[in-house]
């Protein structure tokens, strides 16, 4: 027993390790290779994030302008609607799992949920752009239908379970002495739920919604189907548009490496990464609040 106790620790250790050094690689790789645009090609952080200005070079000589606010607008835009259209279907669902018919929805709705969380995301893109995008073109009377409510409507859906899951898990994390005394003074299960359930699990409801804007802003492939490619800031959800993780796709293929459009792409990424980590440090804010 004691040896295989030993085991196992080494075997822990090995994991977390790697896992450290993953991470410390992929970071450092961004890091190295995402700045390679402002301390190589001599282009500012201000010109990158505010300048709309895109055509950079695909040499080694630069000279190109690497203005990415139209990508980070679409991205912004995109992901902000999904959560808020995913915001009332997913409290909904989550109240129903933990207070409604717990006894249905633990064995009905929640291995729906997972099965949802399951679903490749070409999966959802394919039926968006097949489905979604002529209904949006036929009834709002466009030129197309891929526009940024096509791809809020898909991200929502992705995010939905993710969202869903952990608002579910607050809501049966609050005491159970919280609600047996509102109900005790006389309230009735809704007066409960927005007057206790819903505020003492208020910071598993953001962090929800946080974790859904972290696996928005990342989402690619479905977002790219659906959301037009269109270089332009768009003045509505009804308008083409396109986001970091789509010009990132699109374009690596093509870019030299090397080359000013190669590390301009290398910057977009790293600026993901940076808004992933900065969502990571608010949920572990959160968490800490919590345990208070």
Not at 7 to 15: D, E, W
Not at 111 to 129: E, K, N
Request: proline share 4%.
């Amino acid at each position: 027993m004691l040896k295989r106790e030993y085991l196992g620790k080494y075997i822990s250790a090995v994991s977390a390790s790697v896992l450290l050094i993953l991470t410390i690689a992929v970071a450092a790789s961004l890091l190295w290779n995402g700045t390679r645009l402002f301390t190589y090609f001599n282009h500012t952080i201000g010109e990158f994030i505010f300048s709309s200005a895109w055509n950079p070079s695909d040499t080694e000589l630069g000279g190109g302008k690497v203005g990415a606010s139209v990508f980070i607008i679409g991205s912004v835009a995109v992901c902000l609607a999904s959560v808020l259209m995913v915001a009332p279907f997913s409290i909904a669902t989550a109240l129903y799992i933990s207070v409604m018919d717990k006894k249905n929805g633990e064995k009905y709705i929640k291995p729906m949920i997972g099965i949802f969380a399951g679903i490749p995301s070409v999966v959802y893109g394919w039926t968006a752009l097949t489905v979604l995008v002529p209904f949006i073109r036929d009834i709002f009377n466009l030129p197309t239908g891929q526009t940024v409510l096509a791809a809020s409507i898909v991200l929502a859906m992705m995010i939905f379970p993710t969202v869903t899951a952990v608002i579910a898990d607050a809501f049966k994390n609050v005491p159970p002495k919280y609600i047996e005394g509102a109900y005790g003074l006389g309230a009735t299960r809704w007066q409960m739920i927005y007057s206790i359930l819903i505020p003492s699990a208020s910071s598993g409801i953001v962090t929800g919604f946080v974790l859904g804007l972290t696996r928005a802003f990342g989402e690619a492939l479905a977002v790219s189907m659906v959301i037009g490619k269109m270089r332009i800031i768009p003045d509505s959800i009804l308008s083409p548009a396109v986001n970091l993780t789509t010009a990132i796709a699109s374009d690596m293929g093509g870019a030299t490496a090397g080359g000013e459009l190669s590390y301009a792409l290398w910057s977009m990424a790293l600026l993901l990464f940076f808004i992933s980590m900065f969502f990571v440090i608010v949920i572990h804010m959160l968490h800490r609040k919590d345990n208070k």
